[in-house]
């Protein structure tokens, strides 16, 4: 890779159906253009490890149905409390889960 700037869309052109995806922690410092991004373009079957928490951006993928697979110590949204589409999911059994220790 040549260039070291790129805009949202060529970032998440790089990101592909059924990638192992890392995501910030909490609601801080994510690349949510990015997110948009993916989630627009309608990438699937992707692996989610968060760092630390998942919270915003990987309840905004999950609810998106981006996500197959998460790989997480928790997955809140902060001081705004439970994650509804990751609640969701997982009680519908829909998401497969991997635990971080």
Same mark, same amino acid.
């Given at each position: =890779?040549? #260039?070291?700037? %790129?805009?949202?869309? !060529?970032?998440?052109? =790089?990101? #592909?159906?059924? %990638?192992?995806?890392?995501?910030?922690?909490?609601?801080? %410092?994510?690349? %949510?253009?990015?997110? &948009?991004?993916?989630?627009? +373009?309608?990438?699937?079957?992707?692996? @989610?490890?968060?760092?630390?928490?998942?919270?915003?951006?990987?309840?905004? @993928?999950?609810? /998106?149905?981006?996500?197959?697979?998460?790989?997480?110590?928790?997955?809140? =949204?902060? !001081?705004?409390?439970?994650?509804? +589409?990751?609640? &969701?999911?997982? #009680? /519908?059994?829909?998401?497969?889960?991997? !635990?971080?220790?």
């Amino acid at each position: =890779m040549s #260039k070291k700037v %790129m805009t949202a869309a !060529e970032a998440a052109s =790089m990101i #592909k159906t059924g %990638m192992h995806l890392g995501v910030g922690a909490g609601m801080d %410092m994510n690349p %949510m253009p990015v997110i &948009r991004e993916v989630i627009k +373009n309608q990438i699937k079957n992707l692996t @989610l490890t968060s760092v630390l928490t998942g919270g915003y951006v990987a309840d905004l @993928l999950i609810g /998106a149905n981006c996500v197959s697979t998460v790989q997480f110590p928790q997955i809140v =949204m902060d !001081e705004f409390g439970l994650a509804p +589409n990751f609640s &969701r999911t997982t #009680k /519908a059994g829909k998401l497969k889960m991997l !635990e971080t220790i």
